[in-house]
C-alpha cells in the first residue's frame, strides 16, 4: 500500500518561496510518477507539475519557470516554488497513479490518479 505525506507548507509574502517535500512508503518500481496538484477554496483540484524516470517533467503554464519539481533517490518527490504569488494559496497534494501507468500532459487530471497524501497548506499574503 503506497502512503504519500506531504511537508514543508507555510505562508510566505509574495515574491518568496517555499519547498515542499513528499515521503513516499510502499512507493515501489512499480510506479512510475509522481505529481503535485492543489485545490483553491471554491475552485476543482488542478494540476501543478508531474515526474516520471530520472528527469521528465511537466508543468502547468500557471506555475511553469517558477516552480521545479525533483525527485530524490529515496522517491521523496520535490516541489520548490520560487516567485509565488497569491493565487498560488491552496492545499498542495501530492500523487500518484495506479501502478505501471505513465503521467502525460493530455492525462494531467485529479480523476487519474489513485494514491494521495492527506495535503499541506500554501498561503501567499500580498
Known amino acids: 500500500q503506497v502512503q504519500l505525506v506531504e511537508s514543508g507548507g507555510g505562508s510566505v509574502q509574495a515574491g518568496g518561496s517555499l519547498r515542499l517535500s513528499c515521503a ?14 492543489r485545490q ?20 502547468a503554464d500557471s506555475v511553469n519557470g517558477r516552480f521545479t519539481i525533483s525527485q530524490d533517490k529515496d522517491k521523496t518527490t520535490n516541489l520548490q516554488m ?34 494521495w497524501g492527506q495535503g499541506t497548506q500554501v498561503t501567499v499574503s500580498s
Not at 488542478?46 to 508543468?59: K, L, N, Q, R, S
Not at 498560488?88 to 487530471?109: E, K, L, N, Q, V
Request: with cysteine.
Open 40 to 59: 483553491a477554496p471554491g475552485k476543482e483540484r488542478e494540476g501543478v507539475a508531474f515526474i516520471y524516470g530520472t528527469d521528465h517533467t511537466y508543468y
Open 24 to 37: 513516499a512508503s510502499g512507493y515501489t518500481t512499480r510506479f512510475y510518477c509522481m505529481a503535485w496538484f
Open 82 to 115: 520560487n516567485s509565488l504569488k497569491p493565487e498560488d494559496t491552496a492545499i498542495y497534494y501530492c500523487a500518484t497513479p495506479r501502478p505501471y501507468t505513465y503521467c502525460s500532459s493530455d492525462g494531467f487530471a485529479a480523476r487519474n490518479f489513485v494514491y
